[in-house]
């Protein structure tokens, strides 16, 4: 039964609901081991949360802990911003947000435990929704807000209501919320308040699952499920029905003999669940050659370290110092010298990082582009991941393009340029930079990298510097290809002097275009040709490009145009639909401007009049608006918990519940 309790506190209405029976579930012919009872403890609060599971001895001893977490901020609050006017806020502290912890149902013990910075509204809620699929079933699962941790739920809040959670989509953005729930199964508890001011606690108790007493069929799947028992979100790894295999291998590609003798280079530290997806994908991979594959363990954990046994990929451990990007930087550092070190007669090393997710097609790319690495000296780089990648935009999946960049997600450097690096690289442990954008300011030059125009590589993890909005933006909505084999046909393109000539033959046949670039359909509602806009592009007191009349058309078009990145000497080449190319030039910085067709003056936003400047921000801000005017409305309506009891009746409740 349904016990349904609401308390008044002040002016806020607290909610709980308490489900007074689990049922485990298990495979016919199980055998296992005697319930166990236990008492769940747990609050959330402007300062924090805490969460306690006991057990009560059998003996009269005395309540034994199983499970203690809390977290709690002692110094005096700052002003909250519950709902930042910038898309590229970073988080508050470390530590508010919304904290998931995930217990063994059989034992209580944490497997899992994360904080998601839902205080801010942008990204992050796609990084919980992929961690929630990759849980087990039947783990026990706790939610709880710390500080602030409902405003960015998002889209996250229906993955949550559909399995099992009532209030989730009714909670304004300053709500305290707790939800304790099996995955695949029933809520536990769940409570929840409105206002930030005041707090909420939960209290109950539920049997643990009893003990399964499995068979294996070897040791490896016995270690397989030892590991599983400890560590959550390993996905199809630890799937009960039908788990992915333990030791897969890659399939072959053929005329790839370039690969033999090219290391692949991870560099992972204490994320296993982002390490075994980008791991699990590369190997599906056709083309790997697993005696090349190694993978750079910064911080790091014994359940990494299994995982990377189990699956037999071989593994160096890196010693580290200092915090944060420092640490990182000299982690980088350490990564180059490693690959230097142990792969100097190698043409060239292939990077990824742990969060990266692998297309079917990386290696047959990797074939492909890394001979014009080796052969230009003017490109420093073969990177899989596709910049300025827009899901607005058209792109094919044969065509590769050069243009400046870093290295970005999945990329290959040759040995000379590491060699080259690492003369340069820093060593003091005081050096707070991202090491690849010190590379793109200090080793590259005027060198460029080759990418794909249809992505090989995905971003899709969330770290200390993941801004939210540009994860959701630009990162995640990257399309890769799912194929395997597909044949580059631009290859003779991409060496310097080709490049040119392409270009400036696509520059002399395309047709000059006007207007507000931002308008729906301004570049796509054309008749099939090659098309160019022209805007203004200077440089200022400190011969820095002033990109802003460029990043207002990439907001406009949803590509990364925060820098120079992604540009061949001042002009982008892109395509609207099948059919339709346009290339966007910066003038008078391009050397290409000469080719200009004259008479057509530069778009500046700064020249426009105070209506269509005010016209061209609304809509570049368009996808920022919608989404924080949304949140805007529930934050300033108090009556979402309200709304929960509004003309329902018990027999509702008990459907959505079961």
């Given at each position: 039964p349904l016990i349904l309790l609401m308390m008044r506190m002040l002016i806020t209405t607290a909610a709980v609901y308490v489900r007074d029976e689990i049922f485990w579930e298990y495979p016919q012919n199980s055998t296992f081991n005697s319930h166990r009872q236990v008492w769940l403890i747990g609050n959330s609060t402007q300062d924090g949360y805490g969460f306690t599971l006991t057990e009560t001895s059998k003996d009269g001893s005395g309540d034994r802990v199983l499970t203690s977490v809390r977290r709690n901020f002692t110094e005096t609050p700052f002003e909250k911003v519950m709902?930042?006017?910038s898309p590229y806020t970073k988080a508050t502290r470390p530590g508010e947000g919304l904290e998931m912890t995930v217990l063994n149902p059989n034992k209580g013990k944490i497997t899992f435990k994360k904080t998601f910075p839902l205080?801010?509204?942008w990204g992050h809620y796609l990084d919980l929704e992929w961690h929630i699929s990759r849980l087990q079933e039947r783990s026990i699962v706790v939610l709880q807000v710390c500080v602030t941790g409902t405003v960015g739920l998002r889209d996250a809040a229906a993955t949550l209501q559909n399995l099992g959670s009532?209030?989730?989509?009714h909670l304004p953005p300053k709500a305290h919320w707790v939800w304790i729930f099996i995955k695949g199964g029933r809520t536990v508890l769940e409570s929840a308040i409105i206002n930030s001011e005041n707090s909420v606690y939960i209290h109950?108790?539920?049997?643990?699952?009893?003990?399964?007493?499995?068979?294996?069929s070897s040791n490896?799947?016995?270690?397989?499920?030892e590991l599983c028992q400890t560590q959550e979100g390993l996905g199809a790894f630890c799937r009960e029905d039908d788990p992915a295999p333990v030791r897969p291998q890659s399939p072959p590609l053929p005329y790839s003999d370039i690969l033999d003798n090219i290391p692949v280079l991870v560099t992972g530290g204490n994320r296993p669940q982002y390490l075994y997806e980008t791991i699990s994908t590369l190997i599906a991979s056709s083309g790997l050659r697993h005696n090349m594959l190694e993978v750079l363990l910064g911080d790091t954990s014994l359940s990494t370290i299994k995982l990377l046994e189990l699956m037999n990929v071989r593994y160096t451990l890196i010693p580290l110092y200092g915090k944060g990007n420092s640490k990182l930087f000299q982690y980088y550092r350490a990564a180059y010298q490693h690959g230097a070190d142990f792969y100097q007669s190698s043409p060239a090393a292939i990077f990824l990082d742990e969060d990266i997710e692998v297309s079917p097609d990386f290696f047959s790319l990797m074939n492909q582009i890394i001979p014009l690495l080796v052969l230009d000296p003017t490109l420093y780089c073969a990177t899989a991941h596709a910049g300025g990648t827009s899901p607005n935009l058209y792109a094919r999946k044969d065509?590769?393009?050069?243009?400046?960049?870093?290295?970005l997600w999945g990329y290959a450097l040759t040995m000379s340029f590491i060699n080259d690096a690492l003369i340069k690289w820093p060593t003091n442990r005081k050096y707070d930079v991202l090491y690849d954008l010190w590379l793109y300011d200090n080793v590259v030059g005027n060198r460029e990298c080759v990418y794909p125009e249809v992505s090989r590589t995905k971003h899709f993890g969330a770290g200390i510097n993941t801004l939210g909005y540009v994860l959701e933006r630009f990162f995640l909505p990257v399309k890769l290809v799912k194929e395997v084999g597909v044949q580059i046909s631009n290859l003779h393109h991409i060496q310097l002097p080709n490049w040119r000539r392409f270009i400036i033959s696509e520059l002399e046949k395309a047709i000059p275009i006007t207007g507000n670039p931002c308008d729906t359909g301004f570049f796509s509602n054309r008749p099939n040709g090659t098309y160019i806009f022209y805007y203004s592009l200077e440089l200022d007191d400190d011969d820095m490009y002033i990109i802003d009349n460029y990043f207002r058309i990439g907001e406009c078009l949803q590509f990364w145009a925060q820098n120079d990145q992604g540009w061949h000497d001042a002009v982008s080449v892109l395509r609207a639909k099948p059919g339709v190319d346009f290339y966007l030039m910066g003038v008078p910085i391009s050397s290409y401007t000469r080719y200009a067709k004259p008479g057509y003056k530069p778009w500046d936003?700064?020249?426009?009049?105070?209506?269509e400047q005010q016209k061209v921000k609304v809509q570049s801000m368009a996808y920022f608006s919608n989404i924080y005017n949304s949140i805007i409305v529930k934050e300033n309506n108090p009556t979402y918990i309200y709304d929960l009891f509004r003309n329902t009746t018990h027999t509702d409740y008990n459907k959505r519940l079961s």
């Amino acid at each position: 039964p349904l016990i349904l309790l609401m308390m008044r506190m002040l002016i806020t209405t607290a909610a709980v609901y308490v489900r007074d029976e689990i049922f485990w579930e298990y495979p016919q012919n199980s055998t296992f081991n005697s319930h166990r009872q236990v008492w769940l403890i747990g609050n959330s609060t402007q300062d924090g949360y805490g969460f306690t599971l006991t057990e009560t001895s059998k003996d009269g001893s005395g309540d034994r802990v199983l499970t203690s977490v809390r977290r709690n901020f002692t110094e005096t609050p700052f002003e909250k911003v519950m709902v930042p006017n910038s898309p590229y806020t970073k988080a508050t502290r470390p530590g508010e947000g919304l904290e998931m912890t995930v217990l063994n149902p059989n034992k209580g013990k944490i497997t899992f435990k994360k904080t998601f910075p839902l205080g801010l509204i942008w990204g992050h809620y796609l990084d919980l929704e992929w961690h929630i699929s990759r849980l087990q079933e039947r783990s026990i699962v706790v939610l709880q807000v710390c500080v602030t941790g409902t405003v960015g739920l998002r889209d996250a809040a229906a993955t949550l209501q559909n399995l099992g959670s009532v209030m989730v989509t009714h909670l304004p953005p300053k709500a305290h919320w707790v939800w304790i729930f099996i995955k695949g199964g029933r809520t536990v508890l769940e409570s929840a308040i409105i206002n930030s001011e005041n707090s909420v606690y939960i209290h109950g108790s539920m049997l643990l699952a009893p003990e399964m007493q499995k068979t294996f069929s070897s040791n490896l799947e016995r270690e397989r499920w030892e590991l599983c028992q400890t560590q959550e979100g390993l996905g199809a790894f630890c799937r009960e029905d039908d788990p992915a295999p333990v030791r897969p291998q890659s399939p072959p590609l053929p005329y790839s003999d370039i690969l033999d003798n090219i290391p692949v280079l991870v560099t992972g530290g204490n994320r296993p669940q982002y390490l075994y997806e980008t791991i699990s994908t590369l190997i599906a991979s056709s083309g790997l050659r697993h005696n090349m594959l190694e993978v750079l363990l910064g911080d790091t954990s014994l359940s990494t370290i299994k995982l990377l046994e189990l699956m037999n990929v071989r593994y160096t451990l890196i010693p580290l110092y200092g915090k944060g990007n420092s640490k990182l930087f000299q982690y980088y550092r350490a990564a180059y010298q490693h690959g230097a070190d142990f792969y100097q007669s190698s043409p060239a090393a292939i990077f990824l990082d742990e969060d990266i997710e692998v297309s079917p097609d990386f290696f047959s790319l990797m074939n492909q582009i890394i001979p014009l690495l080796v052969l230009d000296p003017t490109l420093y780089c073969a990177t899989a991941h596709a910049g300025g990648t827009s899901p607005n935009l058209y792109a094919r999946k044969d065509k590769i393009k050069r243009a400046a960049s870093q290295v970005l997600w999945g990329y290959a450097l040759t040995m000379s340029f590491i060699n080259d690096a690492l003369i340069k690289w820093p060593t003091n442990r005081k050096y707070d930079v991202l090491y690849d954008l010190w590379l793109y300011d200090n080793v590259v030059g005027n060198r460029e990298c080759v990418y794909p125009e249809v992505s090989r590589t995905k971003h899709f993890g969330a770290g200390i510097n993941t801004l939210g909005y540009v994860l959701e933006r630009f990162f995640l909505p990257v399309k890769l290809v799912k194929e395997v084999g597909v044949q580059i046909s631009n290859l003779h393109h991409i060496q310097l002097p080709n490049w040119r000539r392409f270009i400036i033959s696509e520059l002399e046949k395309a047709i000059p275009i006007t207007g507000n670039p931002c308008d729906t359909g301004f570049f796509s509602n054309r008749p099939n040709g090659t098309y160019i806009f022209y805007y203004s592009l200077e440089l200022d007191d400190d011969d820095m490009y002033i990109i802003d009349n460029y990043f207002r058309i990439g907001e406009c078009l949803q590509f990364w145009a925060q820098n120079d990145q992604g540009w061949h000497d001042a002009v982008s080449v892109l395509r609207a639909k099948p059919g339709v190319d346009f290339y966007l030039m910066g003038v008078p910085i391009s050397s290409y401007t000469r080719y200009a067709k004259p008479g057509y003056k530069p778009w500046d936003q700064h020249q426009l009049s105070y209506e269509e400047q005010q016209k061209v921000k609304v809509q570049s801000m368009a996808y920022f608006s919608n989404i924080y005017n949304s949140i805007i409305v529930k934050e300033n309506n108090p009556t979402y918990i309200y709304d929960l009891f509004r003309n329902t009746t018990h027999t509702d409740y008990n459907k959505r519940l079961s």
